[in-house]
């Protein structure tokens, strides 16, 4: 990625969840950070792979706090590639059983970050991950 260009992310929760606290939180360390955010809130996936095509984003980060990570993220992913951004940085965060990791690193999570994360770790790794192929899974 150019030096110049702002990394552009797209911070969303699929669903109707209601917990907000972490997406604002997370949202805020990215902006602090010279990224671009783009704060969808409550989207459906559909509105989530539109919303990243419109915005030509690099990131979108979902924050899940419902018992179904894996389907709404398995859904996601779906749609991402369904709009032709299948190769967007995928990162998730939220309350996620130690069981479900290595499910979605194989569905195609770049980033999976876990309730207490400190920020900078999320940060550093958008910083590091964006712009690189993503590994074949």
Not at 19 to 47: F, K, Y
Not at 49 to 71: F, H, K, R, Y
Not at 83 to 107: F, M, N, Y
Request: no cysteine; charged share 25%; net charge negative.
């Amino acid at each position: 990625m150019a030096k110049d260009k702002r990394i552009r992310v797209l911070m969303a929760k699929p669903g109707m969840d209601g917990h907000w606290r972490g997406l604002v939180i997370v949202t805020q360390a990215l902006r602090d950070a010279g990224m671009e955010v783009i704060h969808g809130g409550n989207m459906s996936v559909q509105q989530i792979a539109q919303t990243a095509v419109q915005e030509d984003v690099d990131v979108v980060g979902l924050s899940i706090m419902t018992g179904n990570v894996v389907g709404m993220t398995e859904s996601t992913l779906k749609e991402l590639k369904k709009a032709g951004k299948g190769d967007v940085l995928l990162i998730i965060g939220g309350v996620i059983s130690e069981d479900d990791i290595p499910t979605l690193e194989k569905l195609g999570v770049d980033g999976i970050f876990t309730s207490g994360t400190p920020l900078h770790e999320i940060v550093e790794f958008v910083q590091e991950h964006v712009g690189k192929p993503k590994a074949k899974k």
